[in-house]
């Protein structure tokens, strides 16, 4: 499988922070966010990924090159005009003919990608959607699913108060057969959600929820920038990784702890 990484936003909103770079190149433990998401694509077998660039993509193509200092090989496509999150998408229809990875590069994760291509796999859909539960859903665009993990709509924000529904937004990582190209209109400004989920939805195309914990976090503003570093810096990041063992709480029906106080009793 390959990757391709939409990496041609301008990080306005982190301006006080930034100065004459991309956000992808935005560092974490003195690392780029994109050489992070790099590394963790290599460490589960991707070694051919795409860059797709816009603002000041040439600064990114500048410390990447071909991708042979980190084992990896790398193409480009820079856009004249940014075209949207799925827009940016269209210019591989002509190179890649095999289900690949997508995802935004100013994400800083650390996922298990073989359990996430697996998925994928077995449900064989024309796309898969990670998702995971949002910490601010009131104002967030939110996914319903079915019993199959299939994705049945989209319910766009604001959401009325007497509706009731499950906490799941789409964290801008996906995996699409080739089949999706057909969705995506050329030369033409185009949202993966937006535009082309609709669009997916419409069709009856199966597309798949895949539902995960760990950690995938946007760097888009200063704020959230600042938690990305403190949780790198105190190894959460790494932490929440399917690989790794988890600790669980399990609840009695009626929702109460008991706690195990060595022999106590009444």
Known sequence: ????????????????????IPKPLV?????????????????????KAWLLLGYMGEKIREYFGDGKKWK??????????LLGTAGALKILENYVKEDFLVLSGDIMLDIDLKRFIRFHKKKNGIA??????????????????????????LLKRPHPPERIF???SIASIYIFSPKIFKFIPKNRKTDIEKDILPKLLKSGSKIYAY???????????????????KDY??????????????????????????EEVDQLCV
């Open 1 to 20: 499988m390959i990757a391709a990484i939409l990496a041609g936003g301008r990080g306005t909103r982190l301006s006080s922070m930034i100065k004459r």
């Open 128 to 153: 898969t959607f990670i998702v995971h539960p949002s910490d601010h859903p009131l104002d967030s665009d939110l996914v319903e699913v079915n019993k199959e993990d299939r994705i049945i709509s």
């Open 166 to 168: 499950h906490n799941l």
């Open 72 to 81: 990896v090989k790398i193409y480009y496509h820079q856009e004249k005009e």
């Open 233 to 258: 810096k105190l190894g959460k990041v790494k932490k929440l990784n399917l690989k790794n063992k988890q600790r669980a709480v399990f609840l009695d029906r009626d929702g109460v702890i008991n």
């Open 211 to 229: 539902r995960t914990s760990e950690y995938i976090k946007d760097i888009g503003t200063p704020s959230r920038l600042m938690k990305v570093r």
């Open 27 to 47: 560092k974490i433990a003195g690392k780029p966010v994109l050489e992070h998401q790099i590394l963790l694509l290599r460490k589960y077998g991707i070694k």
